[in-house]
């Protein structure tokens, strides 16, 4: 049976997921309805014609209240609020939050207490989910019974997490330490813009284009949540000028001597085993930009490896921050929607039944 899906917040995100969607001979997903503050042209204009992925391979047209997708009908809600979004009235069994306002997990919950969705998928590194799950990572944990919120964290995390598993299923790895290398986001600015007053850090109010932008995000802690054997992670996370295609480094100390031969070796068996699809291997020489349109949450680059005479190690692997994350999400939909079984709708707030 196919999950069905809406997507609150069509941008770069949502985009992706739909064009992932429409693109694959998988029935197991299903998008029925999406929400955003743009009416259903302006959604349809977006998905056309991308700057990073070039024109839509289906057809695209509209009608009040809908998007049409490949001849299919999509509702088109246009709401500000979660709360006011009738997702019971499409079946809707996951919406996968994907505006970045509504990051809260008590924010998100509205879409199940209001909304009348059955699961919640925050595509970021959310507050207070009931569950951070990575796939690859921890996915095992997801309880149906008390995981109505879940946050998969964010695309950073995804591509860390599945190096330190391999590393920690093959070696005793502490002392971590990470980086993360960010392509632009479209919350930052085209120039210097709202210094004061843009987030915590009058940094992320600078001209994106123009810097590498240091960003104290928790990318770090959230590795070590779901992976709790990794420990503490001494983290640094930085936003740099570049369209899509970013980069993650871990490195840490093992409790043996190994060669970089080792380390690869792991990671190529880890790519074509337990980590097919999750993990690339690409022995040819890598920068940023070959990553675009990778489905994985990390495309492993043997030629990063170092390793020490004494014991310490580090690896590097590249990720599309919008396809490969989208990939996961739909992962983690796919789980959340199957193993549920109480019906759109059931948990209603009392006051909008
Ligand atoms: N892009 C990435 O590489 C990436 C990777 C991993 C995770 N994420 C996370 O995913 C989330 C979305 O990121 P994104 O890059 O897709 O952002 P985005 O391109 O800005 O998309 C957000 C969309 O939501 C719409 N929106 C804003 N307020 C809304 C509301 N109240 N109700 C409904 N729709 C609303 C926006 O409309 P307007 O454009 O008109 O404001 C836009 O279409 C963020 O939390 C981000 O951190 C992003």
């Known amino acids: 049976m196919s999950v069905r899906i809406g997507i609150n917040g069509f ?39 991308d700057s990073l992925r070039g024109r839509f391979g289906g057809t695209v047209a509209t009608r009040p209240g809908q998007l049409i997708v490949n001849d299919r009908s999509i509702r088109a809600f246009q709401e500000q609020q979660p709360s ?15 505006t970045g306002r509504f990051r809260g997990g008590d924010l998100a919950r ?25 796939w690859g990572a921890n996915q095992d944990s997801y309880d149906p019974d008390r995981h109505d919120v879940v946050s998969p964290a964010s695309c950073g995390v995804n591509a860390l997490s599945v190096m330190a598993k391999v590393l920690l299923d093959r070696y005793d790895l502490h002392s971590v330490h990470t980086s993360v290398i960010l392509a632009m986001q479209g919350w930052q ?45 001494c983290h640094s996370y930085y936003c740099v000028p570049t369209p899509v295609g970013s980069l993650a480094e871990l490195g840490g100390q093992i409790d043996r001597r190994v060669t970089v031969e080792d380390v690869n070796r792991a990671m190529a068996e880890a790519a074509a085993g337990p980590m097919r699809g999750l993990i690339d291997y690409e022995p040819d020489p890598t920068v940023s930009i070959d990553v675009l349109g990778n489905p994985a949450s990390c495309l492993f680059d043997p030629a990063g490896t170092r390793v020490t005479a004494d014991g310490r190690v580090k690896v590097r692997g590249w990720f599309d921050n919008e396809w490969g994350f989208s990939h996961r999400l739909l992962d983690l939909a796919r789980l959340l929607g199957e193993r549920e079984s109480v019906p759109a709708g059931a948990r209603l707030h009392p006051a909008v039944v």
């Open 189 to 233: 600015k085209v120039h210097d813009q709202s210094v004061g007053t843009s987030r915590d850090d009058p940094r992320l109010g600078r001209a994106g284009a123009q810097s590498t932008i240091p960003h104290d995000h928790v990318a770090g802690d959230l590795v070590s949540v779901v992976l709790p054997r990794l420990g503490e992670i």
């Open 11 to 49: 941008g770069r995100i949502g985009r992706t997921l739909m064009r992932i969607v429409s693109q694959a001979l998988d029935p197991g997903i299903t998008v029925v309805a999406i929400n955003d503050i743009a009416a259903p042209d302006r959604l349809a204009y977006g998905l056309k014609r």
């Open 110 to 134: 509205a879409h199940i207490s209001h909304g009348g969705a059955r699961k919640v998928l925050i595509s970021a590194s959310a507050d207070n989910p009931d569950a951070y799950l990575v």
């Open 84 to 98: 006011r979004i009738r997702w019971a009235d499409e079946g809707v069994d996951v919406v996968i939050e994907a």
